[in-house]
């Protein structure tokens, strides 16, 4: 499907709509986005007045290395409306329905984003519809402020509605060699000048690591499927090398929701025949997950059954490239999740300073996500794996997403998170507090 085509008198409409919605709602009321789709994993609290932004969901234009996109379009629309250019975004999330106005406000890595950085970084300009109902345009040299304190705001200061991107040319294929390392140090020595256009890698074990170089290719002599009965992490382990188209490539992880849809037996081939395709995507994943969340039949059943209690453990972290041994080797003691991904990432420009997410521009840094749940020892308290995690990182002088459920004190969260220049945002555009501010909305609202 094709993002719908947008003009500018419907955008102009939709931003006077919008005013007015933010305008009518009581004051001091709680506010957050009317979205379909979340790729969220902390829990939001159910009487904040929502604003209806189905109408910020579009493109308005795609040129020469550049697209003017609505902040709600999700990204699968996004691609579909460039890459008929043989063109796409420089960094494109791994699932499907993440919008691009949330991968600029909270974090988005993938494979090109050890040479791209994040999507925030090609951004060029954007409208904000702000927490005092302003309509601030910002760009490195217009409201700078604002737009170097957007990312990992996560909707605390406003909205993106409208953002001008940069794109980068495609070719129809991508050529994926699957490098098998004996060790978490081999694959850190291949990620560090690895000769290729994309690089991620996943780990099985500590003596089964893969890192995955994918590079541009105008032919290809066979082509894989990883959308019906075949599944993308499985062919790591058993193909050297494979071809995708661009498209495929682009969203290989969302069929299985990385790996996590085995939790639903999907990765059963004798259930997996009956799922219609349409379905084979991360967002009917999440909505499972949710329902189970709000009614808790599963935790219940197992409560039942015996079972013990589990934690989930749903984390993207940033580790230096040089600390990510030592990451690795706790984590496998301590917390028995796989597999595991990781991503090599290094900010595109040491002229930029993002103020609340702040990465040596110097430093390679890996991403490393694990999404599942541990069993709890007798006397453990829920929290017990995620606050390991947390020292561990702030220890290797990483960072952690601010997606999923977070544990940190309030004075530590703001040193990690620059709580002095975001204070002075916050004032700036949000002085009647509006919107939550970052630590009660990613900390106190679990």
Known sequence: MVSDVV?????????????????????????RLGKKTSNLFRTRTGDAQRLDVSAFSGVLSVADGVAEVLGMTTYEDLVDATLPSGQMPLVVPQLKTITLGGAVTGLGIESSSFRNGTPHESVLEMDVLTGDGRIVTCSRTENADLFYGFPNSYGTLGYALRLRIELEPTHPYVHLRHVR????????????????????????????????????AD????????T??????????????????????LWRWDTDWFWCSRAFGVQNPAVRRWVPRRYLRSDVWWKLVAFERRHRWKTRLDRRRGLPEREEVVQDVEVPIDR??????VFAREVPIEPVWSCPLQQRSADDVWELYRLDPAVRYVNVGFWSSVPLEPGEPDGTHNRLIERLVDDLGGRKSLYSTSYYEREHFWRLYNGPA???????????????DLYAKCVESR
Do not use: N
């Open 7 to 31: 003009t500018g008198a419907e955008y102009d409409a939709a931003v006077a709509d919008l005013r007015g919605q933010l305008a009518a709602l009581p004051a001091g009321a709680p506010v």
């Open 228 to 249: 019906g009965m075949a599944i993308y992490y499985r062919s790591i382990q058993t193909k050297a090398e494979d071809w995708l188209t661009v498209r495929d490539y």
């Open 422 to 436: 975001y204070e002075v945002l916050k004032k700036s555009y949000d002085p009647q507090g509006r919107l939550l």
């Open 219 to 226: 032919t290809a002599p066979s082509l894989s499927d990883y």
């Open 181 to 216: 390392c004996g060790s978490v140090a081999a694959a850190v020595e291949l990620m560090r000048q690895p000769e290729a256009d994309f690089v991620d890698g996943t780990w099985f074990s500590p003596t089964e690591v893969y890192v995955t170089l994918g590079s541009w």
């Open 324 to 329: 990510l041994v030592e990451f690795m080797d």
